[in-house]
C-alpha cells in the first residue's frame, strides 16, 4: 500500500498486518489479531434478545 493512501484503512489495519510473513513462515495462529478483530466488531453477528443478546439501552 502505497504511503498517500494508508490514511484510508481502518485504524486497525497496522495491527492485523504486523509480522504476517513471519507467523505464516511458523504455521502460528495469530491469537492476537483475532482478539483485534473481535474488538472490531467486524465479524459481529446480530441477535436478538431473545436468543442471548445483551439488550441494548
Known sequence: MTDDLFHLTAPWAEQLN?????????GAFPHDK???LQETGLLR?????????????
Open 34 to 36: 483475532w482478539k483485534v
Open 45 to 57: 453477528t446480530h441477535f436478538a434478545p431473545e436468543f442471548g443478546a445483551p439488550a441494548t439501552a
Open 18 to 26: 504486523a509480522d504476517t510473513r513471519e507467523l505464516d513462515a511458523a
